[in-house]
């Protein structure tokens, strides 16, 4: 099964709208980390926003925020006010602590990405 | 305060040529991660190492690859003997040494593209 999965290939966004990328997870470890990173068409990989499982409040960093909701496992990126410069891949990506195994917690697990497009 | 910084950013070389890929942290991260990115997908974890420590290969093919992080100098990630299946791009990562379980945000450099002809 997929860890990561990210169900939307592409999206479009009218600029200053709110757009939502979608992420769902898989694991049963009960201490895990959530990130999204953004790549845009020049290729490095950004990052933009953390949430651990644990966190009680969604995760924000400015015009980003988190939607978390543990029971169903769900991670949703939130981009409030598009701006043409947001037109990316965005990836979700996991970190599972491992706290059962005692193997450490270290390698991020990515989806395979969402391209959103900022329509001006 | 500099990022993660890879060089080169762009290589090409030939079937059965030696590919070598470096990798610098931000200042005062001791920890090392490499991915690899095929076309239209996520990064896959191949390897994270600490100062002169592999501390996990488990994403590396077995053959073929290595990698290593001096106690002085950059990481480098070594592919031998190149075959078309290797072009990607390659990631590098780092975080800052944590006296936790969880080691913190990993912080991309640039990637390297790597093209086998």
Not at chain 1, 89 to 103: P, Q
Not at chain 2, 61 to 88: H, M, N, T
Request: charged share 20%.
């Amino acid at each position: 099964a997929q860890k990561i999965t990210q169900t939307q290939p592409g999206m479009f966004v009218q600029e200053k709208e709110a757009v939502t990328l979608d992420c769902t997870y898989d694991t049963s470890d009960p201490s895990y980390g959530l990130f999204w990173y953004k790549q845009p068409s020049s290729g490095e990989m950004i990052f933009l926003i953390y949430q651990g499982s644990y966190d009680q409040q969604n995760a924000t960093e400015g015009r980003y925020s988190l939607n978390f909701q543990k029971a169903r496992k769900s991670a949703n990126l939130v981009i409030s006010a598009s701006q043409l410069g947001d037109s990316a891949m965005y990836f979700c990506a996991m970190r599972e602590n491992n706290i059962y195994s005692g193997a450490g917690s270290y390698q991020l697990t990515f989806g395979k990405g969402t391209k959103l497009s900022v329509i001006p | 305060n500099a990022g993660v910084m890879q060089n080169p950013r762009h290589l090409v070389r030939r079937r059965g040529q030696e590919a070598r890929l470096r990798c610098s942290p931000m200042k005062g991260h001791s920890h090392v991660y490499w991915y690899r990115q095929l076309p239209e997908e996520g990064l896959k974890f191949m390897v994270y190492l600490q100062k002169e420590n592999i501390i996990d290969e488990s994403g590396m093919p077995k053959e073929r690859f290595s990698a290593e992080f001096p106690k002085e100098g950059p990481s480098i990630l070594r592919i031998q003997q190149v075959v078309r299946g290797d072009s990607a791009a390659y990631f590098c990562a780092s975080s800052p040494p944590t006296s936790g379980r969880a080691p913190d945000t990993q912080y991309f450099g640039p990637g390297t593209r790597l093209t086998v002809l």
